[in-house]
């Protein structure tokens, strides 16, 4: 079977995935203008300032919609379907994709979810499961 895909970090992204393998989940936050960024990127979407700050996140977030996957894109996923992609708001300018796992049955659009780590060779890789109701 065909491994999972791991992520190739680039010059943006080399700091957040190293900071991954640390259990952190950080993003940038434009010392301009005070937007924070997510993915990675050289300049601020909001007002094109290069310089930016780091911030960790808390890893807690609100599921803003999700699809469920039947159809397997890969070999690697075979065994995973069906699965949840969501859309999770963790603060007021960061929206992230990423699989939460937990039946789909249960999952709504609000619902409360919290940052986990999946191991993946040598890359750690961030996903979400459902908050303690
Ligand atoms: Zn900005």
Same mark, same amino acid.
């Given at each position: 079977?065909?491994?999972?895909p791991?992520?190739?970090?680039?010059?943006?992204?080399?700091?957040?995935?190293d900071?991954c393998n640390?259990?952190?989940?950080?993003v940038?936050?434009?010392?301009?203008? /005070?937007?924070e960024?997510?993915?990675?990127?050289a @300049?601020?979407?909001?007002?094109?300032?290069? @310089?930016?700050e780091e911030v960790?996140?808390? /890893?807690? /977030?609100?599921?803003?919609?999700?699809?469920?996957?039947h159809?397997?894109?890969?070999e @690697?996923?075979?065994?995973?379907?069906?699965?949840?992609? +969501?859309?999770?708001?963790?603060?007021a300018?960061?929206?992230?994709m +990423?699989?939460?796992?937990?039946?789909?049955?249960d999952?709504?659009?609000?619902?409360?979810?919290?940052?986990?780590?999946?191991e993946?060779g040598?890359?750690q890789?961030?996903?979400?499961e459902? @908050?303690?109701?």
């Open positions: 079977m065909a491994d999972k791991v992520p190739t970090p680039s010059e943006d992204t080399t700091r957040f995935w900071a640390d259990g952190r989940f950080v940038q936050r434009c010392t301009d203008c /005070g937007h960024r997510f993915y990675p990127a @300049a601020c979407p909001n007002c094109w300032h290069t @310089a930016s960790e996140l808390d /890893g807690s /977030g609100t599921v803003e919609s999700f699809t469920v996957v159809r397997a894109p890969t @690697a996923f075979e065994g995973e379907t069906p699965y949840v992609v +969501a859309l999770v708001a963790m603060g300018d960061v929206t992230v +990423a699989n939460v796992l937990a039946q789909p049955a999952v709504s659009v609000g619902d409360s979810v919290e940052l986990l780590w999946e993946r040598d890359q890789l961030y996903q979400f459902l @908050a303690e109701r």
